[in-house]
C-alpha cells in the first residue's frame, strides 16, 4: 500500500461540508492539488473516532491507483481539497510524501 501522512480540516457541516466526520477506513474521496484539476482518488486510513469537523487532526491517506495514476505532485508542504462529488469539504497538506515519489 503506497500512502501519505497529511493534516487536514474538514468542514462544518453548515460551511457545505459532510453531514457526519467520515470515522474508520471505508472513505474515499478525492484529492485534488490546489492550483491543479486533477481528481485524485484515495481512500482516508483510519479517522480516529475524536475527529470533529471544522478542527485539524492527523490523517494517513492511502494512494489507491499508483500505477495507473501520477500522486508524484503529493510531496510535503502540498495544500489540497477534499472532494466529495462536485463540492469541497475539507482541505489538508501534506506531512509526510510517498518514499516513492521523493
Same mark, same amino acid.
Given at each position: $500500500? +503506497?500512502?501519505? +501522512? =497529511?493534516?487536514?480540516? $474538514? @468542514? %462544518? ?6 453531514? /457526519? $466526520?467520515?470515522?474508520? &477506513?471505508?472513505? &474515499?474521496?478525492? %484529492?485534488?492539488?490546489?492550483? =491543479? ?12 473516532? @475524536?475527529?470533529? @469537523? ?18 508524484? +505532485?503529493? +510531496?510535503? &508542504? /502540498? ?8 463540492? &469541497?469539504?475539507?482541505?489538508? =497538506?501534506? =506531512? ?7
Amino acid at each position: $500500500m +503506497k500512502s501519505i +501522512k =497529511t493534516e487536514v480540516i $474538514m @468542514q %462544518l457541516a453548515t460551511e457545505n461540508g459532510r453531514a /457526519c $466526520m467520515p470515522i474508520g &477506513s471505508s472513505y &474515499s474521496p478525492h %484529492l485534488v492539488i490546489l492550483d =491543479t484539476i486533477d481528481y485524485l482518488p484515495v481512500r482516508f486510513i483510519n479517522v480516529p473516532e @475524536q475527529a470533529q @469537523q471544522g478542527i485539524g487532526f492527523s490523517l494517513e491517506i492511502e494512494l489507491l491507483y499508483p500505477l495507473e495514476i501520477d500522486y508524484s +505532485k503529493l +510531496k510535503v &508542504s /502540498c495544500s489540497f481539497e477534499i472532494i466529495e462529488g462536485i463540492r &469541497s469539504i475539507g482541505v489538508g =497538506t501534506v =506531512t509526510e510524501g510517498c518514499s516513492e515519489y521523493e
